[in-house]
C-alpha cells in the first residue's frame, strides 16, 4: 500500500542529494547506520526462540539458522528499501523532518480519511503487540 500511494506522491529520486554530506562518509554516520541495522532485527530474536521451539528436536542446526537467518534478513531488507523509496518523494521527506516515522506514516495514508486512521491505529496495535513478546520472554528468562 505505501509503495502504492508513494508513487501516486511522485518519487524524486534528486531530492535527498542536498541532504548529502559533500566530504563523503563521517564515521559517525557509518555507525550510527550500523546501530540501525543491527537493531531492527535483533529486536526480533526473543520472538526466533518461540518460532524455532515447533521445529522437531532432531532438526539440523544449520537449517535452524538458515531459515531464521534469511527470514528475518529478506523481512528487514523489504523494509529497508520501502522506507528508502519512501523518503525519495518529497512530501514524506518534508515530513520526516517535522514529525518522524510517524508523521511520514500519517501522510502515506492522510489521503484516505478514517480509513487511513484505521490503518494507522492497527499499525499502532501491532507495535503494541510485537514489543509484548519481548516482554513476555524477558519476564520469563530474566
Not at 559533500?22 to 529486536?43: E, K, T, W
Not at 521445529?55 to 539440523?60: H, I
Request: proline content about 5%.
Amino acid at each position: 500500500m505505501m509503495l502504492s500511494l508513494g508513487g501516486k506522491a511522485g518519487y524524486n529520486f534528486n531530492a535527498q542529494k542536498s541532504l548529502e554530506v559533500p566530504a563523503g562518509l563521517r564515521a559517525s554516520d557509518v555507525l550510527s547506520y550500523g546501530a540501525i541495522m543491527f537493531s531492527a532485527p535483533a529486536s526480533l530474536a526473543p520472538m526466533c526462540a518461540d518460532y524455532n521451539c515447533c521445529l522437531p528436536p532432531k532438526a539440523s542446526k544449520t537449517k535452524v539458522f538458515m531459515l531464521t537467518f534469511f527470514g528475518v534478513l529478506i523481512g528487514m531488507t523489504i523494509i529497508t528499501i520501502i522506507g528508502a523509496l519512501l523518503m525519495a518523494v518529497p512530501n514524506y521527506s518534508d515530513a520526516y523532518t517535522a514529525g518522524g516515522p510517524a508523521m511520514v506514516l500519517s501522510k502515506v495514508f492522510e489521503h484516505w480519511k478514517a480509513g487511513g486512521d484505521f490503518i494507522l491505529a492497527l499499525i499502532t496495535l501491532s507495535t503494541v503487540g510485537n514489543n509484548s513478546v519481548s516482554s513476555y520472554i524477558n519476564y520469563f528468562l530474566f
